[in-house]
Structures are given as structure tokens and as C-alpha cells.
């Protein structure tokens, strides 16, 4: 990840990343979760074992996982001799996308509750 | 003062200059427009506060007659939709143009004629819908709007479009100052402001500008939807016809919800500002306020249905939103726990704009935790409608916005005038607001308790109500009071008030390193940042930029968005007429449109296309002192390379578009899956060879403007003109083919897939015409040479507008025809 991922730990576009991705997570799960229920609507005994919820929390797990692993590289970048400017980015970057990825989780956490189409 | 420098003053001033009568119309400065802003607010604020107190007059007591239901909805309407539309946001802006150039330290904006366009748009679309009250035929189905109360069939007059287009007109201008703060933070800071070291004032103008960007457009595509409907009977969120009028709700809290926190935010950046320099020490987690900004500018927009708990959506989805809802809150927590440890940490001095940050803590933070409460959906349900969310709203949204707004105001006063507030007045005008404020609204959450709704025009004797309403409206007349002193004590200090010294509050931002108030040009000379607190700084001016103006250019830095670190001399325009006169015959188009005279609209868009056009085809360039080069800074002019401040503007204002159009096809979508009557027709009605064709068009015009930007950059222009000869031939093809697919038999009264599929295509054609008709004028500037290998500007900029429509056009034709055909709902 460190020289596969297309943009450096220090790019500016850091900053909003983990945040856009949330939001694309957020907006995803939500037209998922009706558009599921307009094709395959599950019984509403089902509760939460559905397969509309099955998707939508491994893809909140997905994201998640990605969000941490966002930070963590920006992390290392920020450990690294960088200029301060480049250094402040990075600090903030990695902490965007751990709030993202608890935003993601908590959000989520509604999933292994409540029946989706009811 | 030395005669040299006597000359070099006059000489700024004249480079500078802001002409008077008439002529100030031309006037482009941001310390002018930023004030003009601020003004028109201040009246409209006054007006929306007479609405505001013949409300509370009606409801002091039950059974009242003073207004009837009628005109009552009027009031209301149009007092949410004053406040929200022409006083909150305009007047932030106002402040925010005003002061980041100062901040920064940059001369102006970066774009001063948009500001000034942008400026004389809310004042037109501002006086539209005051027309509508002096006619007495104002909105009355609330400031949201809601459809089916909004649509031809239950407000069948011009009230309804009277918000629409006038709304609309005014968004045009929070956009555009949106747009121009966003670029000028970015890319017009001094020497050396990197992002780490800006002002956190800045950086949430930052955010706030971001959101503008993307959270107004669901709102405009709303208004644009629902006046077709109105006016030309296109079905969008009608049942019958396979709309859903629950689209509407979706579109307006799309805009609604991140719009509470627009307001907020350049508010708490004032916060942000005041209490370090009050508290005497810097901010307590600089980097956690930034970060507490970001995350509130993102999550703001995960919680628009949370204002629709109650219409039917499933509890999982409300779930989500709720606790996005709830999760919002912790930024903001954030914040408030930087602010209260900075006053921990510091020896704090209750100056007249201490008080104003006391009242904000104190109200907002019960107007958050109200909005914790409402963010439960049970609750929500309990509430819903009542005169509970009322009072959290006015909580949040005075509190958050109106108590921090006046403390900037008397904190920046000695900028505006140079002289002090009284501290006498001042201190009567904020305990009676403060007071007046909670007698209102504090008491107003138990009415809302006890089960009053909102909207209603009069209430019986005997429900308990009576005596929390008459406790309401004591209150706000209390307050009013409080505002007139406030507003007594600014008028009163302009004459009177002592001269302010230089720095009065011992501020660390640049704007105090200016004298009171400022010259036009800001700052003499650009000086070098070196940390968060450049006035505390001995060696501010031992590095200095754009000394000389004696070519009679109007300049500022231009930097790298990270580093601050300077690139090119940024060269900016003068004062000029076309941004009123634009403005103006935008105006015109929208009043014609209004009164449906569409013949005379038609004329009046046409007039204001070629006007546009002529704008865009006067800019500096044109003239021969733009074009010398500077000889004391060794920094390229902005004309000379690829990354312009117009790139970065064009970029922004695309970002609008695209927001838009995603709101398009998020209504496609929602009306698809959602609406109870929506039908798909046997086959697609458009033929998608020619549909085909257009994309393919689009992606050849933007493959040859990319090659020929490629050779640009090589330093070979000569290719140019045969280049942007292919490129406009392609996109007048693509104009043709999209023509004839507007032929196609489409029943856009009858069925909202129809109107959707029309509006797709309209938006296609607009930006296809527009990248071509880019294209077609940068064809003859370059013939005249004002684009060239040396001057290579506006050439990424149009590149920048054929990418756009080329992705556009491929995603029309991926929704309307390939997906719905593998979906299997054409045969």
C-alpha cells in the first residue's frame, strides 16, 4: 500500500478522502437498503438475518477496514522527515480517516439490529 | 512622510480607486462588496424581525384576530424564508469577504467581479421577494416549501413562484461567493501562510465555502423542477403522474440541513478567533478544531432525513440518520471543549465582544442537546410540528449565528470604522437580547411540550397555551428592544466612539497589522509569514512582496495551496460595469419568467448570454498594461501559466454543477424505486444511436482539446487554431444531434419518466453549448492573440468544460438507456 496507493500520504486530497469515502458508504448503504427492499423484500419476521443486512454490514466492515488501513499509512508517512507543512497533512489525514472509519462503524451499527424494509 | 512615498501612495490609491455616484456601481472591491452585503443584510434582517414580532403579536393571545390565517402563512413564510435565505448566509459571506483577503494577506479576492456580480444578484433576487409582500401575494406554504401545499393545484397564484425564482436568484449568489472564498483561501495567501499556519477563522470559511459549493445545487435543481411543474406542467412530484412529492423533501433538506451548519460554521470561526485573543493565549488543539471542522462540514450532509422521520421511511434508514444525527454532535463538542480549555488556560478579559461568546456558549450549547433529544426518533415523533423544534431552532440558529455574528462585529468594528464601541450601550443591548431571547424561547419548548403546532395562525382559550405564549412575546419584544440598542450603539459609535489604536484588542491575525480602517489595497506591501501569530511577529516586514503598482495593475500573490509559498503574480480586474448589468438583465429574465411573459424572457436570456459572453471576452488581457511584466518580483504572471486562479474557479463552479446533477439522477433513481406510479414506457423513448453519437462527439472535442493543450504546453501553439476549429465542429455536431433528440416523443406532461429524461437532456445541451461557444471565442483570441504559447490561461480552463460535459454525456446515456435496458424495464 505504501508505493501502490495513488496518493501520497501527504497530498491535500487526504484530508477529505476518508470523509468522501464515508459519505459514498453513507449514500451507498442507504439507496442499497431501498433498493434492496424494492427488488427481494425479506419477510419482516427475519428481524436483522436478512441478506439485505448480511451486505450492508460486510460492506460497513469493508469500509472500515479500509478507512483504518487509510490511517495507518498516513500514520507512518506523518513518523517519517517530511517538511511541517507536509507532516500537518498527514497528522490531520490519519485522523480524518480514523474518524471516518468510527463515523462508518456507528453508523452501521443500527444493521445488526433493526429489520431493513419494516 | 518622504515625497517618493507620497507618490507611491498616491499612486496606489489611484490603482485602487473606488469611484463614487453612479459609478459605484462598478465598484468591485471586496471591502466594499463585502459591505454591501453586510448592509443589505442588516435590512432584510430588520424586515424578517418585523415579521418576526407580528407573528408573536398574533399569537400573544388565543383567539386573536389581528391577522388572518391568510396573511398569517405569509409572514411566517416569508419571515423563515428572509432569515434563512436573505440575511443569515449573505451576511456571513458579507463578513467573510470582507476580512479573509485581510486575513491572508492578499489586496482583494480572486475573483472581484464575481463577488460583485454575486452581490447584485441576492440584491435583485432579495427585491423580488420583497415585491411579493408589497403585492401582497407573498409564499405561504412555509420557507421549505413543501409540494403538494407549493404546487399549481394548492397555490394556484404567483406566490409560490415568487420563492422559487427569487430564491433561486439569490442562491446564484451564494455560489458565487462560495466559489470565490474558496479559491481565494486557497490559492491568494501571503508568503509562507501554509495551511498549518492559517487563521482558524480561515479555515472554517474553508469548509463552509466547500459546502456552499456542494449543498446548494439539490436545492436549485428542486426549485428549477417544481416551477417547470408549476409553470409549464411537467411531472415531477405529483403521484398521478409518477412523481413523488416526497422528491422535494429529499432535494430541500439535502440543501437544508448542511445549510444549518453553513451558518454555523463561519460563526464559530468568529468564536474561534475572539476567544484566544481574549483568553489571551493561543486556541487549545489548533490541529483538533481543524479536524473538528472537517468532520462537521462532511456529516452535516448524512442528516436531511432526520427532518422526515415521520413520513414513512423504514427504521433501519431512520436509524441511520439518527445516528448520524447524534454523531454530529461530538465535532461540535470538540470545539466548545478547545474553547472552554483555552479560557481555562488563559487570563480571559470580559470585553463588550466576550459577552456576546458568553451568550452563544450558553444558548448554543442547549440548542445542541435539543437537537441530541430531536435526533431520537421516538421523540422526533413526539415533537414533529410542534412548537418544541421551533424553539430548538431558534436556539441553534441565534444562538449558533446571530450572538457570535455581533461579537465579530464589535470585535472588527475599529476595522470598519476605526473608532470604538460603547461599552455602556453595548452591555444594555446584549443582557436585554440575552434575556428577551431565552423569556422567548426557552418558554417556547414548553408550549411546543404541552402540544401546540407549529403554523397555526391562532389557538383557543383554555389549553394551556395562553400563558407560555404571552411570556414569548414579551420576550421578543424585549429583544427587539435589545437589537435597536445594539444597533443604536453602532450607529452612535461612528460618530462619537473614541479612536480605535492601532491593534485595540492585541490580536495575533494579520488584519490588525493595517491601519484602521484599511486602504483599499489592504496591505502596502505582501509581508512573509512565518507562524500562526504573524502580528506577534518582530519580522513580519523583513520580507515583502509586490512592492510596485506603478504599472497601474491591480495584484496579489498567487500561491501554492499547502505551502503558501508564492508562484505567479496574480493580476486581478477593475471596476467595471458588466457585473451589474449582468446581474441586471438576469434580473429582467427572472421577472419575466415570473409573470410567464415567455416571449420578452426569451429575449432577456439571450440578452443575458451575449452580455455574459462580452464579460467573459473583457478581461484584462486585452489591454496592453497587463501585459508588461513586473520587474521587481521574479514571479510569473498568472496569465503565463496552465494553473490560473479561473482554472481553480472553473473547477469549483463544475463541482456545482456536478452536485446538481447528481441531485438529477439521485431523483431519476428515487422516482424509479420509490414513486407508488412511475412507469417505464415498452421502449426507451430515445434513440440511443444519436444519444451514442453525442457521447462520442463529446469524448473526440475533449481527446482534441487535450492534444492541443499538450502541444501548448510544449510551447507549441501553432497547431491552435486548427485544433479549436475540430473541437468547436464537434461540439456544434453534438449540439445538433442533442437538438434532435429533443424531438423525440416525449410526454413531459404526462409522465415524470419523461420529464426527468427531458431535464437530463436540457442539462446536456446546456453544457455542450456553452463548452462549444467557450471554445468558438477562444478560436478568435487566439486569432488576436490574446491566447498564445505566452499566454496560455483560458486554454485548461474550456479543457476543463469539455471533460466535464464528455463525463456527463456517457453517464446520461449509462442511466437513461444502458441501465434500464440490462434492468430489463424496456423491451
Known amino acids: ?118 | 512622510m518622504s515625497e517618493q512615498q507620497k507618490t507611491t501612495r498616491a499612486t496606489r490609491a489611484a490603482v485602487w480607486h473606488n469611484p463614487t455616484g453612479w459609478r459605484a456601481l462598478t465598484v468591485v472591491s471586496h471591502s466594499v462588496i463585502g459591505k454591501r452585503f453586510m448592509w443589505t443584510g442588516l435590512v432584510f434582517f430588520l424586515i424578517g424581525g418585523l415579521l418576526a414580532m407580528l407573528i408573536r403579536a398574533q399569537l400573544a393571545f388565543p383567539d386573536q384576530a389581528f391577522m388572518s390565517s391568510d396573511i398569517y402563512n405569509q409572514v411566517f413564510t416569508m419571515h423563515g424564508t428572509v432569515m434563512m435565505f436573505l440575511f443569515a448566509l449573505p451576511m456571513l459571506e458579507g463578513l467573510a469577504m470582507y476580512m479573509i483577503p485581510k486575513m491572508i494577506g492578499a489586496r482583494d479576492l480572486a475573483f472581484p467581479r464575481l463577488g460583485a456580480f454575486g452581490y447584485f444578484c441576492y440584491l435583485f433576487g432579495g427585491l423580488i421577494l420583497m415585491a411579493s409582500i408589497v403585492l401582497a401575494m407573498a409564499p405561504a406554504s412555509g420557507w421549505f416549501m413543501y409540494t403538494p401545499l407549493s404546487s399549481d393545484v394548492f397555490s394556484p397564484g404567483l406566490n409560490s413562484d415568487f420563492w422559487l425564482l427569487g430564491v433561486t436568484f439569490v442562491e446564484i449568489a451564494a455560489v458565487t461567493a462560495g466559489i470565490e472564498l474558496l479559491v481565494s483561501i486557497l490559492r491568494t495567501r501571503t508568503a509562507g501562510m501554509s495551511l498549518s499556519r492559517m487563521p482558524l477563522f480561515v479555515w472554517y470559511i474553508l469548509v463552509t465555502s466547500v459546502m456552499v459549493v456542494f449543498g446548494f445545487p439539490p436545492l436549485i435543481l428542486g426549485s428549477i423542477l417544481l416551477e417547470l411543474e408549476r409553470a409549464g406542467g411537467l411531472a415531477f412530484f405529483d403521484v398521478a403522474r409518477g412523481g413523488d412529492p416526497l422528491l422535494w423533501q429529499h432535494l430541500f433538506w439535502l440543501f437544508g440541513h448542511p445549510e444549518v451548519y453553513i451558518i454555523f460554521l463561519p460563526a464559530a470561526g468568529v468564536i474561534s478567533t475572539l476567544i484566544p485573543v481574549f483568553a489571551r493565549r493561543p486556541i487549545v488543539g489548533y490541529r483538533a478544531v481543524v479536524l473538528a471542522v472537517l468532520t462537521t462540514g462532511f456529516i452535516s450532509f448524512g442528516l436531511w432525513v432526520h427532518h422526515m422521520f415521520t413520513v414513512g421511511i423504514p427504521q433501519l434508514a431512520q436509524a441511520f440518520f439518527s445516528v448520524a444525527s447524534m454523531l454530529v454532535a461530538v465535532p461540535t463538542a470538540i470545539q466548545i471543549f478547545a474553547w472552554l480549555a483555552t479560557l481555562w488556560g488563559g487570563r480571559p478579559v470580559f470585553s463588550l465582544p466576550m459577552l456576546w461568546v458568553f451568550g452563544f456558549l450558553v444558548i448554543f450549547v442547549f440548542g445542541g442537546l435539543t437537537g441530541v433529544m430531536l435526533a431520537l426518533v421516538p421523540f422526533n415523533w413526539q415533537v414533529h410540528d410542534t412548537h418544541f423544534v421551533v424553539a430548538h431552532m431558534h436556539y441553534v440558529l441565534i444562538g449558533g449565528m446571530l450572538f457570535p455574528l455581533v461579537a465579530g462585529i464589535y470585535y472588527w468594528l475599529p476595522l470598519f470604522t476605526g473608532r470604538m464601541p460603547s461599552m455602556q450601550l453595548g452591555r444594555w443591548g446584549f443582557w436585554l437580547s440575552f434575556i428577551g431571547f431565552n423569556l422567548t424561547f426557552l418558554v417556547m419548548h414548553f408550549t411546543g411540550l404541552l402540544g401546540m403546532p407549529r403554523r397555526v395562525y391562532t389557538y383557543e382559550a383554555g389549553l394551556g397555551w395562553d400563558i407560555p405564549n404571552l411570556i414569548s412575546s414579551v420576550g421578543g419584544f424585549v429583544m427587539c428592544v435589545g437589537v435597536a440598542m445594539v444597533l443604536l450603539d453602532l450607529i452612535i459609535h461612528a460618530r462619537f466612539g473614541r479612536k480605535a489604536k492601532a491593534n485595540p484588542w492585541q490580536a495575533d491575525t494579520l488584519e490588525w497589522s493595517m491601519p484602521t480602517p484599511p486602504p483599499t489595497w489592504n496591505f502596502d506591501l505582501l509581508p512573509r509569514v512565518r507562524d500562526r501569530h504573524p502580528n506577534h511577529d518582530p519580522q513580519l516586514q523583513d520580507e515583502t512582496w509586490l512592492p510596485a503598482m506603478h504599472h497601474g495593475r491591480r495584484e496579489t500573490l498567487g500561491c501554492d495551496p499547502v505551502s503558501g509559498e508564492p508562484r505567479q503574480v496574480i493580476h486581478l480586474p477593475t471596476n467595471s460595469w458588466w457585473p451589474f448589468v449582468c446581474a441586471l438583465t438576469l434580473a429582467i429574465l427572472c421577472v419575466t419568467l415570473l409573470v410567464r411573459a415567455y416571449p420578452l424572457a426569451a429575449l432577456a436570456a439571450l440578452l443575458s448570454l451575449l452580455l455574459l459572453c462580452g464579460w467573459s471576452w473583457h478581461n484584462g488581457l486585452r489591454k496592453p498594461h497587463a501585459r508588461t511584466l513586473p520587474t521587481q518580483d521574479q514571479l510569473p504572471m498568472h496569465f503565463a501559466s496552465f494553473d490560473s486562479p479561473g482554472l481553480w474557479g472553473t473547477n469549483a463552479a463544475l463541482l456545482a454543477s456536478g452536485s446538481l446533477f447528481m441531485s438529477m439522477l439521485f431523483g431519476w433513481f428515487y422516482l424509479w424505486t420509490v414513486a407508488p406510479l412511475w412507469q417505464f414506457p415498452e421502449t426507451s423513448p430515445l434513440a440511443w444511436p444519436l444519444l451514442l453519437a453525442v457521447c462520442l462527439l463529446c469524448s473526440l472535442a475533449a481527446l482534441l482539446y487535450r492534444r492541443a493543450v499538450v502541444r501548448l504546453r510544449q510551447g507549441d501553439g501553432s497547431t491552435l487554431p486548427r485544433s479549436l476549429w475540430a473541437v468547436a465542429g464537434s461540439g456544434l455536431a453534438a449540439c445538433t444531434a442533442l437538438a434532435l433528440l429533443l424531438r423525440a416523443p416525449l410526454d413531459i406532461t404526462g409522465q415524470a419518466h419523461d420529464a426527468v429524461i427531458l431535464v437530463m437532456l436540457l442539462y446536456l445541451l446546456l453544457h455542450t453549448g456553452v463548452a462549444t461557444l467557450a471554445t468558438v471565442l477562444q478560436l478568435r483570441r487566439v486569432t488576436l492573440g490574446y491566447v498564445s504559447a505566452a499566454a496560455p490561461f483560458e486554454v485548461p480552463i474550456v479543457q476543463q468544460l469539455w471533460r466535464y460535459t464528455q463525463l456527463v454525456a456517457w453517464i446520461i446515456l449509462l442511466v437513461l438507456i444502458a441501465f434500464p435496458q440490462s434492468w430489463g424495464v424496456y423491451t
Open chain 1, 1 to 118: 500500500m505504501k508505493k501502490g496507493f495513488p496518493l501520497p500520504a501527504v497530498h491535500p486530497l487526504q484530508l477529505p478522502l476518508g470523509l468522501i469515502i464515508w459519505a459514498l458508504w453513507f449514500v451507498t448503504v442507504y439507496g442499497g437498503l431501498s433498493v434492496g427492499c424494492a427488488i427481494a423484500q425479506p419477510a419482516a419476521e427475519a428481524g436483522a438475518l436478512t441478506w439485505i443486512n448480511a451486505v450492508l454490514g460486510l460492506l460497513t466492515i469493508a469500509v472500515s477496514v479500509l478507512l483504518l488501513a487509510l490511517a495507518r499509512f498516513c500514520m507512518l508517512a506523518a513518523q517519517r522527515g517530511e517538511p511541517p507543512e507536509r507532516l500537518f497533512i498527514a497528522r490531520l489525514a490519519a485522523g480524518a480517516h480514523v474518524i471516518a472509519a468510527l463515523s462508518t462503524l456507528i453508523t452501521g451499527l443500527p444493521i445488526l439490529v433493526f429489520p431493513p424494509c419494516v
